[in-house]
Each structure stands twice: as structure tokens, then as C-alpha cells.
């Protein structure tokens, strides 16, 4: 990265997140929302070139990881807590409506906000996960997504889980991590600084009970299930964690929406097609 970046704590729905900030101060902002287990850091790969374009990008450490504010409460996980975070966001960029991209969570929390608050997005990217409807419906039908998302239900275990991750200074679980991308998808510079974030107090728990709270608090139904806001939907086709079976459902479930398939992208296809997606975001929402 060459372009600068200033961290700044914006409260928000009753807590305080840790945001990235880069690109003009006076630009278009552009939200990017990281999953697990990464933090703002995850979309590294994109900041150069859509700073470049004139974007400003706004990429908070969500709640529960990093720099951010952990509760205590499970409850205080729900996915609708994460769409209010990111409407106390798009509030303090000035802007009514605002793009916005998501990968692996922050991917669940965008399309939640599109079925919540259409109104309040201009354009949103998805990466690698499917819309929520399809999501559960291909758990609870599909056996090959079952075997897939196995591992979530592992983290639905109290205390084991995040003693297990962060053993050894997190150095299992990052090999993990790189063994489920390509080869060169995470240096061990990368992992080293995930590993940082793993340590922060109360941050693997954290970062877990957005697993935990997605089961046992499921979002409420909205009133429809269709995406309003144009989309752009990225999907790396080497996904181990999530299956190519819902894409094409996901897709039918916007109303204008563009599906790129990255041939060579795994589950991580903002770091292994780093350029192609740069370039696919950026003329999306240019």
C-alpha cells in the first residue's frame, strides 16, 4: 500500500469502531466491510487503486474485532446490531446514500442492510457469500453446504473454540487460513498482523459470537426478500467454505444486479485476484 491511511474511532450505535480512512478527504465515500477473521486490513489489496479514482474509503474494524468495541453481551451480535453500526457509519461519511462492499460477513451484513435500509445504499458489491434467504435454505436442504459449514458449528460451542484459535499465538489457525486460500493468497507478514488482532482482549470470543448469534438469534424475516439496490455480486469459483450452488439463486434475487466468476479466486478473492477485483469495484461504482 502506498496510499495513506488514518485510523480514527467513530462511535456509532452505542459503541466505538476503529476506521480506516484513505484516499481524498473530499471523495465519493466507498464503505468496505471485512469478515472473519480479518479486520479493516483485509481489503489492503484494493486501497491504492480506488483511492486513485477519487474514492474515499471507509473501512472500520467491525464490531467485536481489532481496535473495536468487544460487548460482553451474545445478544449485542445480531446481525440487525452490525446494519445499525453501518448506518451510524454511512451517517458520519455526510452522505444519504453511499456504495458499499462486503466480503464473507461483512458481505451477510451488507445484504441485510439492502433487505433493512434499500434507501440508504447508492450501489452495493457482495463478495463471496450468498444472499441470506438462499444461504439457509442450502443449509438446511443442501448436504454439500451442510458438510462445508461444518466448522460454524463447531463455533457454536461455549469457550473451546477461542481457546483452540488462538493457541500457540494464533500460529495454527493462520496456517490453517493460508492452507484455505491459494498459494500465495496470505504472506506470513499478513497472518503475523491477523494474529496481532487475534490477541487484542476478548477478540476471538467476539469475533465468534457473530457465529453464535446468527443461530440463536436469527434476523427476523423482512417484508421481502428481493435486493433493490443495484449489485455487483463477485465469486471466486475455489471457495472451499461456501458452495457455488447459490450463487445463481442469489442472483435471481436482485432486481439489477451484474455476476462476475473469478475462475482462480478462492473464499479469500479480493487478495487472489487483488487486480481484477480492484478493477471490478472501481468501474462499478465510478
Known amino acids: 500500500m502506498h496510499t495513506p491511511i488514518e485510523q480514527k474511532i467513530i462511535r456509532t450505535n452505542g459503541i466505538a469502531l476503529n476506521v480506516a480512512l484513505a484516499g481524498p478527504v473530499d471523495g465519493k465515500p466507498l464503505i468496505l466491510l471485512h469478515g472473519f477473521p480479518e479486520f ?3 481489503w489492503r489489496h484494493q486501497i491504492d487503486h480506488l483511492a486513485s479514482l477519487g ?6 474494524d467491525q464490531r467485536g474485532y481489532n481496535l473495536s468495541d468487544k460487548p460482553q453481551d451474545l445478544y449485542d451480535y445480531r446481525v440487525d446490531e452490525m446494519v445499525m453500526d453501518t448506518i451510524g457509519l454511512m451517517s458520519a461519511t455526510g452522505q444519504e446514500k453511499v456504495f458499499i462492499a462486503g466480503h464473507d460477513w461483512g458481505a451477510m451484513v451488507v445484504w441485510w442492510l439492502a433487505l433493512r435500509h434499500p434507501e440508504k445504499i447508492e450501489r452495493m458489491a457482495i463478495l463471496n457469500v450468498p444472499h ?3 444461504f439457509q435454505r442450502h443449509l438446511r436442504y443442501n448436504i454439500k453446504q451442510m458438510v462445508k459449514s461444518v466448522y460454524a458449528g463447531f463455533f457454536q460451542i461455549p469457550f473451546l473454540p477461542e ?3 488462538t493457541l500457540a499465538d494464533g500460529k495454527p489457525f493462520a496456517r490453517f487460513i493460508k492452507m484455505s ?3 500465495n493468497t496470505f504472506s506470513d507478514e499478513d497472518l503475523d498482523r491477523y494474529r496481532e488482532t487475534w490477541q487484542q482482549p476478548d477478540a476471538m470470543r ?3 459470537n457473530w457465529y453464535r448469534a446468527y443461530l440463536r438469534y436469527a434476523p427476523p424475516a423482512p417484508k421481502s426478500w428481493r435486493i433493490k439496490p443495484k449489485t455487483l455480486l463477485i465469486w471466486g469459483k475455489k471457495d472451499i467454505a461456501l458452495s457455488s450452488d447459490m450463487v ?12 462476475v466468476w473469478l475462475e482462480k479466486g478462492s473464499h479469500w478473492v479480493q487478495h487472489d485476484e487483488k487486480e481484477r477485483v ?3 469495484l472501481g468501474q462499478f461504482f465510478s
Do not use: I, T
Open 206 to 208: 467476539s469475533m465468534l
Open 248 to 259: 445463481e439463486p442469489s442472483y435471481d434475487l436482485c432486481d439489477n444486479a451484474e455476476l
Open 132 to 134: 441470506p434467504r438462499v
Open 278 to 280: 480492484s478493477q471490478l
Open 181 to 183: 486460500g491459494l498459494k
Open 163 to 165: 481457546r483452540l484459535l
Open 55 to 60: 474514492f474515499r474509503l471507509w473501512m472500520p
Open 40 to 42: 479493516w486490513y483485509g
